[in-house]
């Protein structure tokens, strides 16, 4: 959470009106705008061909989100701040397919430095065991190794990377409940794909883009470098100073069946630090308009 942390930092304190969010400064929470067009208020439904097949939650958790956003989201994103007992609450209460962020028990350091086979299967057990005694290790549906392998602060080699994945796909296997499992990472923005050929679902982060990332090549140039099987995850940063309208993001969801999720940065206020306003102060009723489209077909 480094970079994005900084990111918050850097930002100008002015942002840009957006057709679904506004911000006069960092910490104002944003009015949407009114449509002057009545087609701008609808946003197509998802297709059945993308039913059952997106993902909508957001990027990190506290103790009280969960009850804020079930009305739409379908998915949970655990980080477990706070420890394994704060991240399985919040499964418990959340009970959604979840990304499972898995760094706080395999990295040490700063840059982070991986524990090595032998003591991250030793822990991993420790822990699938202890989420599967309270019933939530089959709400699993991705593990997320580390957050942003590719920045300074991290800086993992891509010999690194890949074996911690191949040790991940290992140990899951001792577990029924991640059988199946995927691998998932956020690149922190500077097109350093390193090992990504070694996750299933992939995604990166460039808010102060927005949605521009599908208009300047970056979003092409990732694709390019997957092969079919590999799936796609969006971040739109809908908290301050970005208030990122969310429907450019769901579009190309719908348009791009390579995309599994999208991941909205950040409902929490005051996230890492800042003083800035997150999603549910800054822009949440736009958030919650795309959320209930996807969440609403799935059977």
Same mark, same amino acid.
């Given at each position: 959470?480094?970079?994005?942390?900084?990111?918050?930092?850097?930002?100008?304190?002015?942002?840009?009106?957006?057709?679904?969010?506004?911000?006069?400064?960092?910490?104002?929470?944003?009015?949407?705008?009114?449509?002057?067009?009545?087609?701008?208020?609808?946003?197509?439904?998802?297709?059945?061909?993308?039913?059952?097949?997106?993902?909508?939650?957001?990027?990190?958790?506290?103790?009280?989100?969960?009850?804020?956003?079930?009305?739409?989201?379908?998915?949970?994103?655990?980080?477990?701040?706070?420890?394994?007992?704060?991240?399985?609450?919040?499964?418990?209460?959340?009970?959604?397919?979840?990304?499972?962020?898995?760094?706080?028990?395999?990295?040490?350091?700063?840059?982070?430095?991986?524990?090595?086979?032998?003591?991250?299967?030793?822990?991993?057990?420790?822990?699938?065991?202890?989420?599967?005694?309270?019933?939530?290790?089959?709400?699993?549906?991705?593990?997320?190794? #580390?957050?942003?392998?590719?920045?300074?602060?991290? !800086? *993992?080699?891509?010999? +690194?990377?890949?074996?911690? $994945?191949? %040790?991940? /796909?290992? #140990?899951?296997?001792?577990?029924?409940?991640?059988? !199946? *499992?995927?691998?998932? +990472?956020?690149?922190?923005? $500077?097109? %350093?794909? /390193?090992?990504?050929?070694?996750?299933?679902?992939?995604?990166? !982060?460039?808010?102060?883009?927005?949605?521009?990332?599908?208009?300047?090549?970056?979003?092409?140039?990732?694709?390019?470098?997957?092969?079919?099987?590999?799936?796609?995850?969006?971040?739109?940063?809908?908290?301050?100073?970005?208030?990122?309208?969310?429907?450019?993001?769901?579009?190309?969801?719908?348009?791009?069946?390579?995309?599994?999720?999208?991941?909205?940065?950040?409902?929490?206020?005051?996230?890492?630090?800042?003083?800035?306003?997150?999603?549910?102060?800054?822009?949440?009723?736009?958030?919650?308009?795309?959320?209930?489209?996807?969440?609403?077909?799935?059977?």
């Amino acid at each position: 959470m480094n970079i994005r942390a900084l990111l918050w930092t850097l930002a100008v304190a002015s942002v840009l009106t957006l057709s679904g969010c506004k911000g006069e400064s960092n910490n104002t929470p944003a009015v949407p705008p009114q449509p002057t067009n009545p087609a701008e208020q609808q946003l197509p439904v998802l297709p059945p061909k993308r039913r059952n097949n997106l993902y909508f939650g957001y990027f990190g958790a506290e103790d009280s989100q969960a009850e804020e956003v079930i009305d739409h989201v379908n998915m949970w994103f655990e980080p477990s701040w706070g420890g394994l007992e704060v991240g399985i609450r919040h499964m418990q209460k959340a009970q959604l397919p979840t990304i499972f962020v898995l760094d706080q028990w395999i990295y040490l350091g700063n840059p982070r430095v991986y524990v090595g086979t032998e003591k991250a299967k030793e822990v991993l057990r420790g822990v699938f065991t202890r989420m599967r005694e309270a019933n939530v290790l089959k709400y699993v549906v991705a593990l997320y190794p #580390i957050d942003e392998p590719d920045i300074k602060e991290n !800086d *993992i080699s891509s010999d +690194v990377i890949i074996a911690v $994945n191949n %040790d991940l /796909r290992a #140990i899951s296997t001792e577990f029924p409940e991640l059988k !199946d *499992i995927k691998l998932c +990472v956020t690149y922190g923005g $500077n097109e %350093d794909y /390193r090992a990504v050929e070694s996750y299933d679902w992939i995604g990166f !982060d460039d808010y102060g883009a927005k949605e521009q990332i599908f208009t300047n090549g970056k979003y092409d140039r990732l694709k390019s470098r997957l092969h079919s099987s590999q799936r796609i995850t969006l971040f739109p940063g809908g908290c301050a100073p970005w208030y990122q309208d969310p429907k450019p993001f769901y579009l190309k969801a719908i348009e791009d069946e390579q995309v599994i999720a999208i991941i909205p940065f950040i409902w929490i206020d005051n996230a890492a630090g800042s003083t800035n306003p997150g999603i549910r102060t800054a822009c949440p009723d736009a958030y919650r308009e795309v959320g209930k489209l996807v969440k609403g077909p799935w059977a």
